[in-house]
């Protein structure tokens, strides 16, 4: 009897597992990701997947949004999964009804406030906003009050929140956490700091030395230091903003087993240790960071609500605007 019982118990195992690796059929992902990372993605879910075919689109995300939703409004949406830069735009399209949740998916390694917690979408990574500084800048900004020394006046860049998801998470978080709110961003446009574009043209500016420090995306700096280019990256002891690259099944998806089991894998350690290797800070506490990175400990991130901010953000965007002439 117990050998049967034993048998038994293996065969469902067996099939649990076949189960999971059985996923078949076709996904579309709309991802905002580098080509060459997506197809690492890709790459590394097929490996544990192989029957299951992905073609992806790959986009900013506000061009991305702009075609999923004119798809929306023809009544055919191509995406199965967004994997795209922010939560915000997740909570809007969590708010319309878009996205499926799924309540499965295992999350109990991670930091509350990480994740939706009514798990509609997922974080994949922590890509924060610090401070790029040109190697001949004349000193080391340790803090975000730093770039309102007088040495930085008129040598400060930044992407603008009309242009850049990060920018407006960056600009929330700082106005909900700095002492003053606003009254630091006003403070910068007194110093004739220069607000535009997004994150690749403040790399440009800096690298370049036409500006000697900006506001940017950690990795960017990261990668081109170590390609020899003349910037170091800062993460400022006040802490950081970040976006987070979640991820979501949408409501509409053609081949949900499939599309849960994609999320899986990015939530899974294998997909946190991928992110990691492509250079990212992955969302998984116990990944460690890539090179170029602090220790994890002594990155500080700055609170920051999602929905709050999605409530918020024609406000922030006006008074952006209003504050810089944009």
């Given at each position: 009897?117990?050998?049967?019982?034993?048998?038994?118990?293996?065969?469902?195992?067996?099939?649990?597992?076949?189960?999971?690796?059985?996923?078949?059929?076709?996904?579309?992902?709309?991802?905002?990701?580098?080509?060459?990372?997506?197809?690492?993605?890709?790459?590394?879910?097929?490996?544990?997947?192989?029957?299951?075919?992905?073609?992806?689109?790959?986009?900013?995300?506000?061009r991305l949004m702009a075609k999923l939703?004119?798809?929306?409004?023809?009544?055919?949406?191509?995406?199965?999964?967004?994997?795209?830069?922010?939560?915000?735009?997740?909570?809007?399209?969590?708010?319309?009804?878009?996205?499926?949740?799924?309540?499965?998916?295992?999350?109990?390694?991670?930091?509350?406030?990480?994740?939706?917690?009514?798990?509609?979408?997922?974080?994949?990574?922590?890509?924060?906003?610090?401070?790029?500084?040109?190697?001949?800048?004349?000193?080391?900004?340790?803090?975000?009050?730093?770039?309102?020394?007088?040495?930085?006046?008129?040598?400060?860049?930044?992407?603008?929140?009309?242009?850049?998801?990060?920018?407006?998470?960056?600009?929330?978080?700082?106005?909900?956490?700095?002492?003053?709110?606003?009254?630091?961003?006003?403070?910068?446009?007194?110093?004739?700091?220069?607000?535009?574009?997004?994150?690749?043209?403040?790399?440009?500016?800096?690298?370049?030395?036409?500006?000697?420090?900006?506001?940017?995306?950690?990795?960017?700096?990261?990668?081109?230091?170590?390609?020899?280019a003349p910037v170091e990256f800062v993460?400022?002891?006040?802490?950081?903003?970040?976006?987070?690259?979640?991820?979501?099944?949408?409501?509409?998806?053609?081949?949900?087993?499939?599309?849960?089991?994609?999320?899986?894998?990015?939530?899974?350690?294998?997909?946190?240790?991928?992110?990691?290797?492509?250079?990212?800070?992955?969302?998984?506490?116990?990944?460690?960071?890539?090179?170029?990175?602090?220790?994890?400990?002594?990155?500080?991130?700055?609170?920051?609500?999602?929905?709050?901010?999605?409530?918020?953000?024609?406000?922030?965007?006006?008074?952006?605007?209003?504050?810089?002439?944009?």
């Open positions: 009897m117990l050998a049967r019982i034993l048998s038994l118990g293996l065969l469902a195992a067996t099939l649990t597992v076949s189960a999971a690796l059985a996923q078949g059929g076709k996904l579309v992902l709309y991802t905002s990701q580098p080509n060459q990372d997506a197809q690492q993605t890709i790459d590394a879910f097929r490996a544990k997947h192989p029957d299951v075919e992905i073609s992806f689109v790959r986009d900013g995300t506000p939703r004119a798809e929306f409004q023809a009544g055919a949406p191509q995406a199965d999964i967004l994997l795209i830069a922010d939560s915000v735009t997740m909570e809007s399209l969590k708010a319309e009804g878009r996205l499926m949740g799924h309540p499965a998916a295992d999350v109990s390694a991670y930091p509350a406030g990480i994740h939706d917690p009514a798990k509609f979408w997922f974080a994949t990574k922590l890509i924060t906003t610090g401070i790029i500084y040109n190697t001949k800048a004349p000193f080391r900004p340790e803090s975000w009050q730093d770039l309102l020394r007088p040495e930085l006046r008129s040598q400060l860049v930044m992407p603008s929140p009309l242009n850049s998801g990060a920018a407006l998470i960056h600009a929330a978080t700082l106005t909900g956490s700095l002492p003053g709110g606003w009254d630091f961003y006003k403070q910068l446009k007194a110093s004739s700091a220069l607000a535009g574009g997004a994150n690749g043209d403040v790399l440009r500016q800096v690298a370049g030395g036409e500006k000697l420090v900006g506001m940017i995306v950690d990795f960017m700096p990261i990668r081109e230091k170590a390609k020899g993460f400022p002891k006040e802490g950081v903003s970040a976006v987070s690259e979640p991820v979501a099944i949408l409501s509409t998806t053609k081949n949900e087993k499939a599309a849960k089991a994609f999320v899986d894998f990015l939530l899974s350690r294998d997909g946190q240790m991928l992110a990691a290797r492509q250079g990212y800070l992955a969302a998984h506490p116990d990944v460690p960071v890539p090179a170029g990175f602090p220790d994890r400990a002594s990155i500080r991130l700055m609170p920051f609500d999602p929905a709050k901010t999605l409530a918020d953000e024609i406000r922030i965007r006006k008074t952006f605007a209003d504050i810089f002439g944009q």
